[in-house]
């Protein structure tokens, strides 16, 4: 029987949205520990920017909501790492913040093809590359709005929710194979996209957004804000031989948010 103890050093990683904000955390925190990383993201400009400070990482320019692009990244992926032991499924979008009457049909549309239908695109090309792993995991990006009714986020709720049901179904049917598949919810997570949130959830309900960011904290037990990093090493964790009987878990990383 093949030896399945391996580290994070020798791991072949993708990384979705892997060039800024949290994506971007993972991958280096990946790549720091020695693993071989390769990432996509939306943005052209972003994968410029990473491939002169990491040179030696795999970038692909990918619209995780189209298919066709999908299948392209992993073509990639299979050229420039030779196979793939993690699928960090991280990519995702805020949606619109708005009552349920007033957000419309191509905003909900773009939110799932985006934070859902992504997910599952990446998984269904990156599974018969991860059954040749010996130490095999996905780590769908979830948010602990996938636990939480989130008021005015209806769109991107729903897609968190249903992540956590995609990863849970997925570590039942992939578990024999011997791939490990867990769901990450971070909380409040420092940085230009909560701010944004607070912006726009603060002028929805008419408040200033220094009031808006003092109810987000106050709903948090330890009454802070996490950060990138406390869900990338959590992710480290999972995908290392440590990790290795741990799956079908939702994981929280914020503080344990009582309520949004």
Known sequence: ?????????????LVTAGASGIGRVLAESFANAGARVHICDISNDALLEVSKAYPDWGVSQCDVSDE????????EVKINL?????????????????????????????TVDVNLNGQF????QAVPLLKQSLNASIVCISSVAGRLGYAY????????????????????ELGPSGIRVN?????????????????????????????????YINKVSLRRMVNAQDVANQALFLCSSTGMNISG???SICGNVEVL
């Open 82 to 110: 030779g196979g793939l032991d993690v699928l960090i499924n991280n990519a995702g979008i805020a949606g619109p913040t708005g009552g349920i009457e007033e957000i419309s049909g191509q905003e909900w549309r773009q």
């Open 68 to 75: 066709t692009q999908v299948a392209q990244l992993f073509a």
């Open 153 to 172: 986020r209806t769109p991107y709720a729903a897609t968190k929710w249903a992540i956590i049901g995609l990863a849970k179904s997925l570590a039942i």
């Open 183 to 215: 769901a990450l919810l971070p909380g409040i997570v420092e940085g230009p996209r909560i701010e944004k949130v607070i912006s726009d959830r603060a002028q929805t309900l008419g408040i200033t957004y220094d009031e808006m960011e003092q109810e």
């Open 249 to 251: 878990q939702s994981i």
């Open 121 to 124: 695109y990446c998984a269904s």
């Open 1 to 13: 029987m093949a030896d399945k103890k391996q580290t994070n050093k020798s791991l072949r990683v």
